[in-house]
Each structure stands twice: as C-alpha cells, then as structure tokens.
C-alpha cells in the first residue's frame, strides 16, 4: 500500500520531469550558446499546444494523426523561431542583457495575445492517441501508457542531443561557439548560421513538448508564464548549457516536487524554488555546468 | 544652469494636489496610480540605471512591503505611522538578505536569482494561508486613521480616499526627493563609477559588493514603501502582485521613461498608466500593444522618452549654435 503510493509519486515526478526537460533542454542550449535567457521559450510551448489542437482537427480522421499534428505544431513554432531569430534577436546579440531580456518578454506578451486572439481563452484538450490511450499495471499501481512513452521520449532526446552536441560536426561547432564566439567568427566558421540552427532546433523542441503534453494537460491562456519559470529552475539547477546537467536537473526538480507535496503539502513550491536559490548562491552556475568567464 | 533650480518636485507635487477638487475621482485614482508606480520605478532604476544591476526580481520588495503594512494594519490593527516604516523596515531586511548573495553574482546570474528570489516570496504569498491569506490574498486592508486631516481648513469635506490620496502623494514626493538627493550625493557617484568600470572601481579603492549591496537595499526599501502604500490604495494585497511579470512591467515602465535619467521612470510610469487606460477602452489585448511598444523601444528608442527628447534639445540647441 504505502509503497505503491510512493512507487505512483515516483512516477509522477519522473513524467513530470521528462515533459520539463523536452522544454528546457531549449532553454539550457539557448542560453548555453547565446548566454541570453529566452522567456519566450514558455510562448513556443505554448503555441506548439494548440498548434497541436489545431492540426488535430485538421488531421484527426487519419491514421496517425496525432503525429501529424505533433510534428506539424513543432515544425511551425521552429519556422516561428527562424523568423525571430533572423528578424529581431540577430540585432540583440552584442547589446547589454537588460535589452535581451525585454525583447524575449516583449514577444511573451505578443504571442500569448496572439494565441488568445487566434484560439480564444477557453481550455482546449487533444485526446490520447489511440495507440498509447490504454493503462499497464505495475507494482500495484496503474500507469498511463502514454505517460510511459513520454519517459521514452525524454532519455531518447537526451541521448540525440548528447551525441549531436558531442560526436559529430556540428556539435563541434556548437560547443566552440559556446566557448569563444569571437575565435571561432576569425577562423572563417559561420556563427551566424549556428546561433539560428541552435535557435531554431530550441524552438523546435518547445513546439514539439508543447505538442506532445496536449494529451494529457488542457491547453488554457497563462500555460506559458507558468511553464517558463519551471523550466528555468530545472536549467538553474542543472547547470545553464549542459544537456545532461539539463536532465538530471529535471528529475531532481520532478522528484522534489512529488514527494515534497506528501512532506508538506502547501510548501512543495517553496521547496523547489528555495532550492533554486540556494544552487544559485553555491553554485551559480548550477550542477553540471561550468562557470562562465 | 538656473533652469536645474527650479523645484520640480514641488511643482509637480502642487500640481498632483489640486487633483482631487478640479478633477473627478477617476482622475485621482489615475493620478495615484502614477504616483505610486512611478516611485517603484524611480526606486529600480537606482539599481537599474544607476547602478547598471540589473535586478529581475524587484517586484518581491514591492511585494514585502504591501504584505508587512497590510498585515501589521488588517490583522495586527497596527496605526499606518507604525505599519508604514515598518513594511520600508521590512522590505530593506529582506533586501540585506537576498542582496547579499545576489551582488556576489555577475550580469546574468545576478538577474537570475534576483528573479529566483522574487519567485521564493510569490510561492510564500501564494501558499501561506495563515499568514498571507494564501490564494485568497489580503483584502480589505483598512486605510489610516485620517481625521487629523480633516481637522485641516479646506480638506475636511473630502472623501477618505481623497484623503489618503493627499497624504500618499505627500509621502511619494519626499521619497523621491531622498532618492533624487542620493544619486547626487557622491554616494550616488560611486555607484555610477562602478555601474560603468567595476574594475577601475575596485582599484581605487571602492569596495563595489558593498556599494552594491548599499543600492540593492535602499532600492529595495523604497520599493517597500510603494507597495506599502499601493495596498491600501488597491485595498487589499494579491499574490498576483508579486509574480515574475510584475517586475518585467516595472522594468518596461523604467525603459520606456528612459533609464539613463533619474525622473525618466516616473515620465514612463506617467506614460504607461495612461496608455494603458486609453488603449483598454477600445481593446481586451493591451498585452499585445504593451509587447509591441517595447520592441519599437527597444530597436529605435533605447533611450526612452525622457532620452529622446534630450537628444532631440541636444540636436536643437547644436543647430542654433551652428
């Protein structure tokens, strides 16, 4: 009894966990690359929901559908990040952090009335699809298939985005533009091009958790401040950049929260946010980062 | 030079005073509104533009000082000339306290857990029932005691609103005038030394984590007593005051005054509750106005109003001379 309770908390946390690491691994590779907290990364999330919601209507009679859906919410918020990456962010690169700040808040207050205009401010839900609807029973509890997928999903972008980042080319690139930007602009590579890969595969991500926690979350106006901030605290904890630290951070955060709210219930919050701070004041730059010049 | 000695706070204080008998009472509301937010914004841009810290979290020192006087005054039935100094007590303490660990953090990670700290006390707020009524907030906060005013020839015939009013307006108009008179004093100087060189701060001798730190908590402490009066003005005290946007709009506030000027906050302030009550006459989406301002501040106007409109004197003034 008392340890299938704790076995259920434990899943809870970890499904948790592995939604809040698809949306600030991001996040973490935003500001590892470009050192500048995206706000609006909670905005993508939130559009890739009803994007979702939208292609579910349009897509739902065929097989597959919530697939199609799925990647046509994340393919559309990537193609939204393109754009404001090569419109606006591009000229904010070299300017103080104060202004990086307040553009990204500028688009969270555009694209979360956008999303209300284009979507109204009623809650929106995308069923189950019919493949992973069903439950399997494990140790006395019943868990979700479709949760079960999602504890697929995070390990398996955390695995992609470790050997991306790690074993080829590109993530070469990557990481020596996290390292030195201006070396690396001398010895002929094309940063520019790398700031907008990395910005857009962010956003591509944020739609795509977006997309993919419509089954089991409703999508309502406010999902975006709400999100931004959790993600935030799994990129502090886990270090800003690192992909794994990103990881491990979320299922510190998950596991924290599901068993903080059975030791005291109205301060499992507080409990996550106090450890935040007291990460930031040890170890600024988070458990598995590296500090920044 | 003789232009400098006119007393704008006095004049504009004078101003603000006649409001309640020649305007109607959504002209004061309006009127308090813009006094109050523009001392909050005048008190972040002491770390804002002063300082060159920038603080995302300032909305928690607001939100200390509207939750001390509101509790000490509802549930405590403390007087307003105690909860008052009091809530400015309280908001330095915690400002001490956080702002110790943050000005040992640079740029962004400075930003980062101001911003963790603000979120540490929207999650005490919003979770405390006994003390802060939870999600349910503070309502009904009482105002002070104010027959004393209307014992005054004159103000005896006004509402008790109108009468706080007068005393806010009054409290707001000193707290600017100490904050205008800080960023003149040298210690004023020295932090605008260590906003543009920390280095060259450091080795002339100026301990730049304490001046730091002296920033954070006389900005904090004023922001306290903003908030302090803002909960008796809104009557009563939400959770929602102190989440993380809060700061952002204080911030876009500062912005859009233009931060490289102290009374530049207290023009955005101005500049933004008008704004905001003209445009939500004829639309639900003033966010979206509000997003697309600052990114036309932002990419044309990085200087504000009050940094417009000195550069376009300076460009004025150079053409005549020409």
Redesign the interface.
Known sequence: MASSLLFSQFMGGLTTAMFLFLIASGLSLVFGVM?V?N?AHGSFYMLGAYLAWQGMRWFEPWIGGFWLATLFAAGAVGLLGLVVERL?FR??YGR????Q???T??????L???A??LWGVGQLSVSTPPALSGSIPMFGTVQPTYNLFILLVGPAIAFFGWWMLNRTGIGRMVRAAQMDREMLDALGANVGLIYTGMFVFSSFLAGLSGALVTPIQSIVPGMD?LII?QA??VV?IGGMGSFWGTFWGSVIYGQVLSFGILVFP??S??SV??L??VI??VR??GLFGRP?K | MTARRIPWVLIVFLFAATIPWVGTRYDTFLAEQIAIDALFAVSLNLLLGTTGLVSFGHVAYFGVGAYACGILMKTYELPFIIAFPAAGLCAALFALVSGYFCVRLIKLYFAMLTLAFSQIVWAICYKWNDLTGGDQGLPEIPFPNLDWMSSIPGLGDLRTNEQFYLLAIAIIAVCLAILYRITQSPFGRVLTTVRDNPERAAFIGVNVRAYQLAAFVVAGTFAGFAGALYGIFSRGVFADYVFWSKSAEVMIMALLGGIGFFWGPSVGALALVWLNQWITDFTQYWPFVLGTILLILLFAFPGGIVGGLHDLWIRLRGRRRA
Do not use: N, Q, T
């Open positions: 050192r907290i706000f606006f000229s904010l103080e952090e104060l202004y700040l307040l553009f808040y500028a688009l969270v207050l555009i979360g009335d956008v209300k205009f401040v901030v935030f605290i502090v109205s301060f919050l507080f946010f106090a935040m701070a930031l004041i600024p730059w920044l």
